[in-house]
């Protein structure tokens, strides 16, 4: 992880790789930010006609480097691109800054450390630009650089660049005490997301249901979280049909794990519950060849559950958090689920399972029945569910469906506050009926045109009478393919993780009502 500290020194002065500063696209070409005043001296006050000159216009992510002048104790000044600049009397807004320092820690891949002079207005921006370096730092590695036993003549400095090894702050006050929380809780949201990339882009075979098990429970001993195993037999005992139906066709048995932390003042408790096919092949209903690829993605609504219950337990929060992982295996073999076959779920619901590629919403049944037997205040479901919610809001907008309007309105806003790009989505009631089954309660397939709604009104099933919920179907953002911008890479992204902590930290404070 990139070490991060804040500092008071001037930009002229700190000792460092590069410093990073800001620049804003003005009416009549880019202008500095407000941080960059001492490398504009040190360009005898050019710095923005030398950027221009360069081919800079100061729009939003574009990187521009330019060896450093005599004055600066840096050899390098990275500018990065602000967008427009703002309106007389308003700052750079929160997620400008995020992206912005995010863009800049990337394109310094291989450095040792940087001083990010950005405009730093208040404790707020300190938070946005923290956690837009730490996050753009991200780099997956793990399975690259290794050696080559026949090669002759390799190069042994040859693999991947590093992330950036440390950030310096520049304008952060370490001795006030909401830059120094800003900076702390900064460090724990990137490292959970961080930690919930990782475990995205872990190849399926390194982690199993198994494995994906061992490493929450690892991480919830660490920081205080009880945890809670069910394993296959377990499963078979208590009756979790779903679960077992999605995981029996492979080799790799499922597991069901409860995390739970708990707060001795809190008043209020939230369950989170995430979808974790560590591998999805659509099992019987295999899909289509150019479909599998990517497919090692679809436990990472679980991810983002695991990694946000460790984030509220490392900060402290006032409220309890419970975190249900459902972790299967989805695969075609004579002993999986077959299109026909009828599961009879943890709830006792039975389940005509029409296409076994509708996988996750039987994982998520089962685990939102059990979620509801502690009786919480609010149920939030994370998931990449369907290709129909992609289809409707793109790779970048998750989809928000509740069967409380407020509670729906509160996580909308929560996720855009915290940068995460979300949408409202309803629950016609008109299409449940598109599930019914001559032969069970329910079918796991409904009509195909508004399919994450249908997907959704299922799993409505599954909440217990009276609790609030809310289904996050996080298919289109989960994982990028695309080239990386601003503090998102390539790959795994953290999805929902931000959301849901700012989530457990207003229901701490109240701010839910």
């Not at 790009?421 to 299409?431: E, G, I, R, T, V």
Request: with cysteine; charged share 20%; hydrophobic share 45%.
């Amino acid at each position: 992880m990139t070490a991060l500290t804040l500092s008071t020194a001037g930009a002229a002065t700190l000792r460092a790789d590069a410093l990073v500063v800001g620049v804003a696209k003005g009416p009549k070409g880019p202008v500095s930010a407000a941080g960059a005043e001492a490398v504009d001296k040190a360009f005898d006050g050019k710095l923005a006609s030398v950027l221009e000159a360069l081919g800079a216009s100061g729009a939003e992510g574009e990187i521009t480097k330019l060896p450093a002048p005599a004055g600066l104790k840096v050899p390098v000044v990275l500018a990065v691109g602000l967008g427009s600049v703002p309106e007389k009397d308003e700052s750079y807004d929160e997620e400008t800054l995020r992206r912005a320092a995010g863009a800049a820690a990337r394109a310094l891949h291989g450095t040792k450390k940087a001083a990010f002079a950005l405009p730093l207005d208040d404790a707020s921006a300190v938070t946005a630009v923290a956690e837009g370096a730490l996050l753009g730092a991200y780099a997956f590695t793990a399975y690259q650089g290794g050696e080559t036993k026949t090669a002759k003549n390799a190069d042994k400095n040859a693999g991947p660049k590093q992330p950036l090894a440390e950030v310096a702050l520049l304008g952060a006050k370490p001795r006030d005490k909401e830059h120094k929380a800003a900076a702390e809780r900064a460090t724990v949201i990137a490292t959970e997301v961080n930690i919930a990339r990782d475990l995205v882009n872990t190849p399926p075979n390194d982690l199993t249901p198994e494995a994906f098990a061992a490493v929450a429970s690892a991480a919830a001993k660490e920081n205080g979280v009880k945890v809670q195993v069910l394993d296959e037999k377990a499963l078979v005992k208590g009756g979790y049909g779903g679960i077992m139906g999605v995981g029996k066709g492979s080799e790799n048995p499922p597991r069901l794990v409860k995390l739970t932390y708990t707060h001795p003042k809190a008043v209020k408790t939230l369950a989170f519950v995430g979808k974790g096919i560590t591998y999805d092949s659509g099992g019987i209903s295999l899909k289509p060849a150019g479909h599998n690829e990517t497919m090692k993605c679809d436990m990472a609504g679980a991810a983002a559950v695991f990694a946000s219950v460790v984030a509220a337990a490392k900060l402290g929060l006032q409220v309890n958090v419970t975190g249900w992982l459902a972790l299967a295996e989805n695969m075609p073999s004579g002993s999986a689920t077959k299109p026909g076959d009828v599961l009879r779920m943890y709830s006792g619901k039975t389940v005509e399972v029409l296409n076994t590629d509708a996988e996750g919403r039987l994982v998520l049944g089962d685990a939102l029945t059990k979620a509801s037997e502690d009786n919480p205040d609010a149920i939030v479901d994370v998931a990449t569910l369907t290709g129909a919610m992609v289809m409707a809001l793109g790779d970048r907008t998750f989809g928000v469906m509740a069967n409380d309007d407020a509670f729906r309105t509160s996580i909308h806003e929560i996720a855009e506050e915290v940068g995460e790009a979300s949408w409202p989505m309803p629950l016609p009631q008109d299409l449940r009926k598109s599930m019914d089954s001559p032969t069970a309660d329910i079918a796991n397939m409904g009509v195909r045109m508004g399919g994450g709604l249908v997907a959704g009104l299922f799993l409505q099933e599954f909440v217990g009478e009276g609790i609030t919920w809310a289904h996050l179907d996080i298919a289109g953002p989960a994982f990028h393919e695309g080239a990386p911008y601003g503090y998102t890479p390539k790959g795994g992204t953290g999805s929902a993780v931000r959301t849901l902590v700012r989530l457990a930290e207003r229901t701490a404070t109240g701010d839910l009502g």
